[in-house]
């Protein structure tokens, strides 16, 4: 298995252009999350699926949108880029269940936006 | 709201042991421990259920007090592998496995 796979690793942007941030799971996983991490900072969530058609905001969800049209993606767009969003941007999977659950995270795309 | 972990930063000697506190002012579902490697995601530890369910696979232990709304993680002999920042996360009850995460202590284990 691959786990969690995103792409690109790097990525530059000016102001006010777009992007979509890509991620893909194969272990089947209902649950799938979008962070960003600042410097010195913790993970803060951006949105979150409980399966294929479900999405939810998190804390900061403004100037991002995410869809979820299948199990194993969850793409984030990036809409009017702002130097605000500089950041690390990591995608997470978990089981769904009763129970709490570990994240599985990706290794992470590092925007910057000049 | 976001936890508070405590120490923010540790330096630690090879075999010696360290604690990091993690506390939260909502009532918790679960408590979760991670640890990030400088460049990497971060890599699941521990989670600590309430009711005391303790799942993990490593030789780092915690507890997890609900009634205070804390948690503590114990790296004991540290190793120079512990090397990183852990980050604590908490879950509210019937939150979708949304975890709330600190900002992080980081740990230095040198020779």
């Known amino acids: 298995n691959a786990g969690v796979t995103q792409t690109p690793k790097f990525r530059i942007l000016k102001i006010g252009q777009s992007m979509t941030l890509q991620c893909t799971q194969d272990?089947?996983?209902?649950?799938m999350y979008w962070y960003r991490q600042d410097p010195g900072m913790g993970l803060k969530l951006i949105y979150y699926?409980?399966?294929?058609?479900?999405?939810d905001k998190g804390e900061v969800p403004n100037g991002y949108n995410v869809s979820r049209s299948t199990t194993e993606d969850f793409p984030l767009r990036l809409e009017l880029a702002a130097p605000s969003q500089t950041s690390v941007y990591f995608c997470?999977?978990?089981?769904?269940?009763?129970?709490?659950?570990?994240?599985?995270f990706g290794p992470g795309t590092r925007l910057t936006v000049t | 709201q976001q936890p508070v972990q405590s120490p923010q930063a540790v330096i630690l000697r090879e075999g010696e042991d360290a604690v990091i506190n993690c506390s939260s002012s909502?009532?918790?579902?679960?408590v979760h421990w991670y640890r990030q490697k400088h460049g990497e995601a971060p890599v699941f530890l521990m989670i600590?259920?309430?009711?005391?369910e303790q799942k993990g696979h490593e030789k780092i232990s915690a507890s997890f007090n609900e009634k205070k709304q804390q948690s503590s993680l114990y790296l004991t002999a540290s190793q120079l592998s512990y090397s990183g920042t852990y980050f604590c996360?908490?879950?509210?009850?019937?939150?979708?496995?949304?975890?709330?995460f600190g900002i992080g202590t980081k740990l230095q284990v040198i020779p």
């Open positions: 997470a999977s978990s089981p769904a269940g009763g129970n709490s659950y570990e994240q599985y």
């Open positions: 272990m089947n996983h209902n649950y």
């Open positions: 699926s409980v399966g294929a058609g479900i999405t």
């Open positions: 909502k009532a918790l579902y679960s």
């Open positions: 600590l259920l309430k009711g005391g």
């Open positions: 996360g908490t879950e509210k009850p019937g939150g979708y496995q949304k975890v709330t």
